[in-house]
Every structure is written in structure tokens, then in C-alpha cells.
């Protein structure tokens, strides 16, 4: 019987020992990509303003500054957010920008302040974007005002992560509105949540001291069910931000296995942008 709750992580994936939940994603992999900064990187584009709104809060919900990798087929990050119990991989293709132009290179972004200033654009607003390569600031035009962002120093802000390779034995796949739903329901009775795949049925069960709700969906019920060992808990602080950007009708697809982190992926900008963010799981312990 299990008597108390750890944040603690006894596992070993691909020969890396796992530490406590508190340092799970960043010690798997401790290596970090470390991309050459160019200061003649060139960077000119049109988005709609509601997906490059989206975008941002996508990356928001776990870390408030990034290392954004401009490439000339679209922009890229990776990030981990402070407590080391969360990463986001996220990727935008050229192919969801109205226009782009670009070199490869790396600038730092204040996610708060881009999210401010988008903040007060209407709806269905193209927005310009352009890298001042003398200035290293970004030009940021919409509804005919220009704003000038000053960039952070790569430097000062967390190198990527490598991303683990983890051979997750479940897979479920099914709309974003279900999930929001299991997170709402879980949120009123606990503070952790738990996933489990049995059979061919997915389960979503949270436990508090004098209240439970559960929430169970057959193959049937799914978009995709690939049936495996997998029994994890997560803290529902980190899945209900993480759910956050998520729409009611996108499809979202959940990769998890026997306390091991848990896999949460979805498409963005009509299928042109992936989210992927990996949540270090909550161990219970006898």
C-alpha cells in the first residue's frame, strides 16, 4: 500500500541515473546543444496575430524567457523550466507564416513582454516581424504600430537540453477537450493525477483525502489506443498549464509508461507548428 507521496524519480533511462523530480528532465540528459551566435543573423516575416499569440503562450506555461532558433525553413526551441520537472520542444514551419525570410541563427526572447504587446492586437491581425541586424532588436508592426523589442543575451538564458529518448510502452490519442475536462474534474478534489492505460481502456484518476473522481475512456472513446504497461502520477499544477494552449478540438497524443515521464503532443498552425512537452512524473512510494 502506498502510504506517502515523493517527488522522486528511481529509474534509470538509457544509462542515466534519474534524480529526484527536481532535477528528472535536466539530469537524464545533461549535455546541451550549444548554437553558434551570429550577429548577422537576418530575420523577416508575417504571421496571424492569433498564432503567434498562441505560440507564445504554448512556450509561457513553463518557462518565461528562450533561446529561439531561427532556421531558414521556420523557428525552433527547446527549453526547461526552472524546477527542472518540465520541457517544451516546440517547432513552427515557414509554412505558417504568411511570408519568412531568414539565416540561421539564435536571439533571446522575453516571453512576458512579447505576450504583452501582442496582448492589445485585435483579432485576425497580420502581424510583421524583423530582426534589426545592427541593433539586434525585433521590429514587431501590427494595426500601424511598430514597436522595438530589445532582445536578451543568449547567453544569460539556460542552453537546450537534449531531448530523451524514452521507449514509452503506451500511446493514447484523443481530443484536447477531454483531457482539459479529466484536469478540470481533478483539480477540485487533489493535486496530482493519475494516467493508466489497462487493457483497452485509458484511465485518468484523482485521489484527495476524502474525495475522488475518475474518468475512463475505452478504444472505442479514442482516437488511438496502443495498449502497454503504464501507470504514472503528475502533479496537476504542471498539467493543467500544460493543457492550457491546447484546443478543445485538437488532437492530443499522450506517450506514457510505469513512472516514467509522460510525452504530451499536439500540432498547431493547421498541422505547420508542434508542441511536445515532457512532465517528470510523481513517484509513490510504499
Not at 504554448?58 to 527542472?84: F, H, M, P, Y
Not at 484518476?205 to 495498449?227: C, F, N, P, Q, W
Request: charged share 25%.
Amino acid at each position: 500500500m502506498c502510504h506517502h507521496v515523493i517527488d522522486r524519480i528511481g529509474l534509470t533511462v538509457s544509462g542515466f541515473q534519474m534524480r529526484p523530480v527536481a532535477a528528472a528532465i535536466w539530469q537524464i540528459f545533461p549535455d546541451c546543444h550549444k548554437y553558434p551566435k551570429r550577429r548577422d543573423t537576418m530575420f523577416k516575416a508575417s504571421i496571424d496575430i492569433e498564432l503567434l499569440r498562441d505560440s507564445i503562450a504554448a512556450l509561457s506555461v513553463i518557462v518565461e524567457e528562450v533561446r529561439l532558433r531561427i532556421l531558414t525553413d521556420g523557428i525552433a526551441v527547446k527549453a526547461v523550466d526552472a524546477a527542472n520537472v518540465a520541457m517544451v520542444i516546440f517547432d513552427l514551419k515557414a509554412s505558417a507564416f504568411d511570408s519568412f525570410e531568414a539565416t540561421e541563427g539564435e536571439i533571446g526572447l522575453d516571453l512576458t513582454k512579447m505576450a504583452d504587446i501582442l496582448a492589445i492586437a485585435d483579432k485576425k491581425t497580420p502581424a510583421d516581424l524583423e530582426l534589426n541586424e545592427e541593433t539586434q532588436k525585433l521590429l514587431i508592426r501590427f494595426s500601424g504600430l511598430t514597436y522595438t523589442m530589445a532582445l536578451l543575451d543568449p547567453a544569460t538564458i539556460r542552453t537546450e537540453p537534449r531531448i530523451p529518448q524514452l521507449d514509452l510502452p503506451a500511446k493514447v490519442v484523443f481530443k484536447g477537450q477531454d483531457l482539459k475536462k479529466a484536469v478540470k474534474a481533478a483539480e477540485k478534489v487533489s493535486d496530482h493525477i493519475m494516467l493508466s492505460v489497462d487493457g483497452n481502456r485509458f484511465c485518468m484518476e484523482a485521489k484527495g483525502d476524502t474525495d475522488s473522481v475518475r474518468l475512463e475512456m475505452d478504444a472505442s472513446e479514442l482516437i488511438e489506443l496502443k495498449s502497454g504497461d503504464a501507470c504514472s502520477l503528475f502533479s496537476l499544477d504542471y498539467l493543467a498549464n500544460i493543457s492550457k494552449p491546447i484546443g478543445r478540438e485538437s488532437v492530443v497524443s499522450l506517450s506514457i509508461g510505469r513512472d516514467f515521464p509522460i510525452l504530451i503532443n499536439f500540432d498547431i498552425a493547421a498541422g505547420n507548428g508542434n508542441v511536445t512537452f515532457l512532465l517528470a512524473p510523481r513517484i509513490e512510494s510504499d
